[in-house]
């Protein structure tokens, strides 16, 4: 008993030693996403359908650093168990007008939106939403550096070592032109030990682009228009002289009027992911319509309510490969309170603890 007692208050104590601010956050997340991919070689016809339930609480000392914790539990429509997958979320954040910085295990929501879907598919965002590891952000709206690593399989004797590691930046010269680049490393090891004689496998990929972004207050909220260079290495191990870099080009051009818009890519070059017939998408994570030589996608959306708190969008995107059109209906919202007080900064960034690193553009041109 007199254990239990001392335990409670070494628990308890430290937060009556210095002056700290308790923080929480609860935030939900549904997605509907319906792929018609029947007659596709390349994608995987299906439903994707659930709902995520975050909460979080943490404590803010020395004005700008945080400890967080929580638990992220997400339910597969008509599933039959109760919770299909639920995670701790245990971290450290230092965050201030310019840098944030998360180590442990965080949510990953918004962290790499700068990221495509060439990168990570949808069913990334929708089913694997935690990080662990480290993720590091320098700078603004105008410009800003990202570092990532994720550690996405421990290795034992049944799974493989796998891992992430990521950098980004941006910039923007004068009020209308951009540059900006992402990457990753996926490194795909071996379990250990390893009887079957499994080998490493790396997969590298990124893309530079540059090109025009434009706002104004009459409803335009974005035009953009951009054209880069998308290219990858691309090898396993057992045999270290046969690796592909594929490489092509990409072109995007993306509208937004009053919540209304469209966004469109292209990828025209050569086909990726070379090694997808032995490591499907244990070693690939991007869209596997990138398989072609060539891919365009279309979406049409409406973001039916956009707020501090409630984001709803309505969605059809179509997919243009091999010659035919395979269509998609998606319907997303999120919704989440907390007690962060925002408070805007020098850069004219509203700075908020939780939910994300989504900066608050204040970009209008006229």
Request: glycine share 8%; aromatic share 16%.
């Amino acid at each position: 008993m007199k254990f239990h007692k001392l335990l409670l208050i070494g628990l308890i104590s430290p937060l009556f030693l210095f002056s700290q601010e308790l923080k929480w956050n609860t935030e939900l997340n549904f997605f509907f996403d319906n792929n018609e991919f029947a007659k596709s070689p390349l994608a995987i016809d299906q439903t994707m359908a659930g709902v995520t339930l975050t909460q979080e609480i943490g404590w803010k000392f020395d004005d700008k650093h945080y400890i967080v914790g929580g638990v992220d539990a997400m339910r597969s429509l008509g599933a039959d168990k109760l919770v299909n997958d639920i995670h701790l979320l245990a971290y450290y954040q230092l965050k201030d007008e310019n840098t944030l910085l998360k180590v442990g295990s965080f949510h990953r929501h918004d962290l790499l939106d700068d990221y495509s879907d060439f990168f990570f598919q949808d069913s990334i965002k929708y089913y694997r939403h935690t990080m662990e590891g480290m993720y590091f952000r320098k700078g603004n709206e105008n410009q800003f550096v990202k570092l990532w690593l994720d550690w996405t399989g421990l290795q034992s004797a049944t799974e493989r070592e796998t891992f992430f590691i990521g950098a980004s930046g941006y910039k923007k010269f004068g009020k209308l032109f951009f540059a900006d680049f992402q990457s990753y490393m996926f490194h795909y090891s071996i379990t250990r030990p390893n009887p079957r004689g499994i080998t490493v496998s790396d997969y590298l990929l990124g893309q530079l682009s540059g090109g025009v972004n434009y706002s104004n207050r009459s409803g335009i909220n974005k035009l953009l228009v951009s054209v880069g260079l998308l290219s990858g290495f691309e090898r396993d191990r057992v045999d270290m002289n046969n690796y592909g870099t594929p490489t092509g080009g990409v072109a995007r051009v993306e509208f937004d009027y009053r919540g209304f818009g469209t966004e469109n890519t292209l990828y025209y070059g050569q086909p990726r992911m070379v090694l997808y017939y032995r490591h499907a998408n244990n070693l690939y994570w991007g869209d596997p319509f990138l398989r072609a030589e060539s891919y365009m996608q279309n979406k049409v959306y409406w973001n039916f309510i956009n707020n501090d708190h409630i984001k709803g969008q309505l969605a059809a995107r179509a997919h243009f490969s091999d010659g035919k059109v395979y269509f998609e209906q998606m319907f997303t919202l999120s919704a989440h309170i907390n007690n962060d007080k925002p408070k805007k900064t020098k850069n004219n960034i509203w700075e908020r603890v939780f939910p994300s690193d989504r900066f608050r553009f204040n970009n209008i041109n006229n």
